[in-house]
């Protein structure tokens, strides 16, 4: 099975290439964009399977497909909600929610491996989904006694779980207790400017004062104005953790 990516999130991609490639399917190609897969799907022998993301950074990835004929079956990888692309769960092969789980992987390609696709919607699905662009959190709202405290992103150095609560902290040292768990935060915030690296931390990019080298090939980090000492880098998101500060 010959496979390729579209996904413009490169953290993303990589680490999806990196799960496929644990099962053994091969991942050719990675393309970010609409422009690039156009020219690529026009210049090379089409694959099996698509992984496709809806929203990339220069369109809806469906304009690809008003370019280029479409041969692949696809699976959408996709931040947008289940119930959005719930009635064309069966045009498809299958779609994943960010970020993506693994069991949930294997079982798209056990479906992929028991269907082929002909065709599919993609008009009907590009005017379902061209006017929701990708959007991410730009401000939270949190209760402080019996007023409701308002934060840009921009003031949020890292977010984190403790005691069965989830908290964002600021810049200026404070914390403040929110109402929805980090895996929902996650798919919330936008992946250039914050990283989950570890099941108790979302950081802030700006927020990293210094990183250095841990135990176990972990990363410690130095977050401004927080006072825990162990913000620790997990080891199997160190690499996507390294990529994702290059990118």
Known sequence: MKAIIIEDEKPSARRLQRMLSEIGVEVGTVLHSVNESIAWLLEHPHPDLIFLDIQLSDGISFEI???VPLKSAIIFTTAYDQYALKAFKLNSVDYLLKPIDEDELSQALSKFKQQRLAD????????????QQKSYKKRFVTKVGQHLKMFPIEEISCFYSENKGTYLHTFEGRNYLLDQPLEKL???LNPNI???ISRKYII????IEDMINYSNSRLQLKIT????????????????FKDWLAQ
């Open 225 to 240: 104005n927080l006072k825990d000492n162990e913000v620790i880098v997990s080891r199997e998101r160190v690499k996507d």
């Open 204 to 207: 802030q990019i700006k927020a």
């Open 120 to 131: 599919l919607p993609i008009t009907e699905l590009k005017n379902m989904l061209v006017h």
């Open 194 to 196: 914050f990283f989950r």
């Open 65 to 67: 497909f008003e370019e």
């Open 186 to 188: 996650e798919g919330e």
